[in-house]
Structure formats: C-alpha cells, structure tokens
C-alpha cells in the first residue's frame, strides 16, 4: 500500500503466485531469476512456471522428450503451412506464429488433450472395481468412432511412439511415474489391435498424453505443452519462409486452380399473379 494504492486493492487485483517483480527484483515461483539464469533448462522452467516447483532430472527428461517429439511435422500440418503462408504475406513472424497456433484448436492439436480425458476415464472405470480390460472396453464404447491418440493418417507405425512409450517404461520401472496412464493407453492399444489385420498403434498424441498425465499435467495443459512444443517448428517454418523471396503464397501453387464447384439451383424469379 502506498499513497497511489492506499488500500492496496489495485495491486491485490492482479495478484499472482508466478511472479515478484519490484525495483531490482525478479523472482519466479520465488526463485531469484539470477539464480535460475546458466542453472536451468527451459523445459524445467517450464515446469517450475506451471507448477511452483523444480523437477526433478528424470522428470524433466520425460518432459523433455515429449516437447522434443512433437516440435514438428512438416508444412502438411495446417498450423505450419498457415505460418508459412502468413510469412509471405508482409507480417512479422510474431504474427506469423501467432496466426499458426490460433488453428490449433480440437481437430489439429487438440488429440493430447482428448487422449488424457480418455485415459482418465479408463481409470476411473477401473477405480470403482471393474477388471482393465472391462474398464478399457466400456471406455472404448462410450467414445466416439474417432479414438483420439491412436492410429495415424501418414505413419502405419508412428516413429515417435516406441522411444517415448520406452522411457515411459523405463520411469514406471524406476519409481519414476505412477505407471497407470501407460497401463490405460497400452490396454487401449491392445483392444483396438484385437481382430484387425492392421493394428491400430498409439499415435505421438497418445505418446505423449502418457507423458503428461503420468507426470501430473491436467489434461488440459497437454494441449497447452503440445502449443509450446509445436510452436517451435511453427517458428523455424516461418523464418524459412521469409528467406525464400516469395509474395503472398497461397496454398497450392499458382498454376494449379482450385475445381469450381456448382452452386444451388437457382430459383425462378417470384412473380406477383
């Protein structure tokens, strides 16, 4: 409180437990930021910044890993073919980033998110009783067709899957993780390869849902994480879009046009009898 803030009501409103700022004073989470500067690691920071403490090395590995996996995926993925168009269209890459991650929305970088709720809701069905496999199958069945995590449209086998779902393993084994989500996501996969010809595999969604939710991050904070993570790849697309020279890419080239579709019949001219 202060002669500007005599009740000090304008400084409780924007009140947050994150950050200390005052004249010659920074702290995060109540760590001097002189401390932290040439002693953490930005995935650490990002844990110490969403939940007030400082992982532990395994832990911050396992994150790390996933933000690692799911930095790219080429300029099929909208988010980045969006960025690399905007770059060419006069904006800055702040506005370039910015226009890609608003499309991350439930169909394209949502599937993390939805995975978590689902592995969520095996094990709740597990907890009041019922067997996994049970618990799996009337999960399974309460979802829509679409199973969020699992099965992709380019990999038959997605390459991030097995190194993730490894140290996954190796951390459960270790005491690391809990252990339950990788239970409820490989019962899932089973499940579904059950019958089929061609296995329906975990998808990096799904990978690194496990991730996530064994480390303790909500499920929405695996949308938020995969943001951060996939913002980095939206970055570099970016930057690389504005060295080619090119004026307002579209989205196929300029000498291929989109097919002209019909409209509606139109209707007769109503006339007055």
């Not at 951390?171 to 690391?176: E, L, N």
């Not at 080619?244 to 006339?271: A, D, F, M, W, Y």
Request: aromatic residues 4%.
């Amino acid at each position: 409180m202060n002669d500007i803030d005599p009740t000090g009501a304008v400084a409780q409103w924007w009140a947050t437990a994150i950050t200390r700022m005052e004249p010659g004073v920074i702290e995060l989470r109540g760590h001097p930021v002189q401390d932290l500067i040439g002693t953490t690691g930005l995935t650490s920071m990002i844990w110490l910044m969403l939940r007030g403490d400082l992982p532990a090395p395994r832990q911050a590995a396992l994150l790390d890993a996933a933000l690692v996996a799911a930095v790219d995926h080429g300029p099929q993925a909208p988010s980045i073919a969006i960025a690399r168009m905007a770059a060419t269209c006069g904006v800055g890459l702040n506005n370039a980033v910015a226009s890609a991650v608003n499309t991350l929305g439930d169909a394209h970088g949502g599937a993390g998110e939805q995975c978590v709720r689902l592995l969520d809701d095996v094990l709740q069905r597990e907890s009041t009783g019922l067997d996994l496999r049970t618990a799996t199958e009337q999960t399974i069945a309460a979802w829509p067709r679409y199973l969020p995590g699992f099965g992709h449209r380019f990999h038959p086998r997605d390459p991030r899957r097995d190194p993730l779902i490894s140290l996954v393993e190796d951390a459960a084994r270790d005491g690391v993780v809990p252990g339950d989500h990788l239970r409820a996501g490989r019962s899932v996969e089973a499940l579904l390869a059950e019958g089929r010809t061609r296995p329906v595999p975990m998808n990096i969604d799904g990978a690194t849902a496990i991730i996530y939710a064994e480390l303790g991050f909500p499920a929405p904070l695996a949308r938020g994480l995969f943001v951060l993570s996939r913002s980095i790849g939206i970055l570099a697309h970016a930057w690389e879009e504005t060295q080619s020279g090119q004026r307002n890419k579209g989205p196929v080239p300029r000498e291929i046009l989109p097919t002209s579709k019909p409209g509606p019949p139109r209707q007769p001219p109503h006339r007055r009898p």
